[in-house]
């Protein structure tokens, strides 16, 4: 029988206490080792809220599943903001480059429905919206309409760094 633990923490700072101890103790795994594995594979994901899946064996052994931050998690953290905009509509907190929109859209590839990047970038143009962020200096519904125009094509057709 196999047998699963779930939980949200902070990148890189599992700690044995709750919410993780208490559920892994009953386990019979080694708690620390755990642990030590989880903080190893999320340390990218520093100061943010990061979901984790445990999924342990009979025999005692385990395997970390990590998913990714949320959209908004992760603009929020490319970005350096602690939070988004209280209004959104009228005020933009911050202007994300199409870089760093590329950047965000291959950390949650895994998990968009966009067949190419720019459909992918597109999704995070879109969660932009609500956090009251513009991209290369434009609303995001607007840049949604450039990108999906073929005005940004020429930037698509080389490495982002």
Known sequence: MVDTVEALIDGG?????????????????????VIAKINEKTKA?????VPVKIIINDNKTFEIKVGT???AALVKSEL???SGSSNARTTKVAD??????????????????GATEQAR?????????????SIDGKEP????KDLKAGKYDEQFAKPYN
């Open 13 to 33: 700072k599992a700690t044995a206490g709750p919410p993780l101890g208490p559920a892994l103790g009953p386990k019979g795994v080694n708690t620390g080792e």
């Open 45 to 49: 994901f520093a100061g943010m809220k």
């Open 69 to 71: 931050p949320s959209m």
């Open 80 to 82: 350096g903001l602690a």
């Open 96 to 113: 994300m480059t199409i870089s760093q929109a590329r950047k965000i859209a291959e950390m949650k590839q895994d998990s968009l429905l």
């Open 121 to 133: 970038v597109s999704e995070v143009a879109g969660a932009c919206v609500s956090i009251g962020i």
């Open 141 to 144: 519904k607007a840049f949604q």
